[in-house]
């Protein structure tokens, strides 16, 4: 089974570039996430869905933006890149609009490099 | 919103023993607390939940309790081996309305033979 699949697997982007991360999970899942991932920070919520159609602002929203069209995609843009940009982003989902208590499921991260 | 510390950056220790990892939280009791393990280059996976009205939690070699008074979690981690050798992180609901989960920095185990 897929589950949660993240494209690219790694980029590497120059400061000012726009880009979009694209994150697509076939387990029906009414709730996705992102978050990113720093050394000595650890994972930071950016946006969240908890149904499609809706979109709400994690902890670092700043500089990015998502949109939730459909259940599946959850894609999230970089509209102009700066270098503290660069970070492994994670896509997640779960089965409940608000985690509940129900486990979330990530994908296997992209790795992003801004130059 | 709440904090989430997990009070140990690293663990080492021998195949065999128990590793014992703590997850301290501020602000409000949540209504669950999860567990999750990240090898490197990946993304986390879910291990445990246990809920508020749950004083402890097991699965094979794994446990887990939640005191709601000190704000603590502890995971412990029986018969250990090098496969064990991760990143466990520590989870929560983001505030009351339990939009999202929040992660601590985590502890990364490693287990000699």
């Known amino acids: 089974t897929a589950g949660i699949t993240q494209a690219p697997t790694s980029q590497i982007l120059a400061a000012g570039r726009s880009m979009t991360l694209r994150c697509t999970q076939d387990?029906?899942?009414?709730?996705m996430y992102w978050y990113r991932q720093d050394l000595g920070l650890g994972l930071r919520l950016i946006h969240y869905s908890n149904t499609a159609g809706t979109t709400g602002k994690g902890e670092v929203p700043d500089g990015y933006s998502v949109s939730r069209a459909n259940t599946d995609d959850f894609p999230l843009t970089l509209a102009s890149a700066v270098p503290s940009q660069t970070s492994v982003y994670f896509c997640?989902?779960?089965?409940?609009?608000?985690?509940?208590?129900?486990?979330?499921?990530f994908g296997q991260g992209t790795r992003l490099t801004v130059v | 919103s709440q904090k989430i510390e997990q009070n140990s950056e690293a663990l080492n220790i021998q195949e065999g023993k128990t590793a014992t990892l703590t997850c301290n939280y501020t602000n409000y009791s949540p209504a669950y607390l999860q567990w999750y393990r990240q090898d490197p280059g990946r993304g986390p996976v879910f291990l445990l939940l246990i809920r508020e009205n749950e004083k402890e939690k097991r699965k094979e070699r794994l446990k887990v309790t939640f005191d709601t008074t000190l704000k603590q979690s502890l995971f412990h981690i029986t018969a250990s081996q090098p496969a064990d050798s991760a990143t466990y992180l520590c989870?929560?609901?983001?505030?009351?309305?339990?939009?999202?989960?929040?992660f601590g920095k985590g502890t990364t185990l490693s287990v000699s033979s």
């Open positions: 997640a989902s779960s089965d409940k609009g608000a985690i509940g208590d129900t486990e979330a499921f």
């Open positions: 989870a929560l609901p983001r505030n009351q309305a339990g939009t999202a989960l929040i």
């Open positions: 387990m029906r899942h009414n709730a």
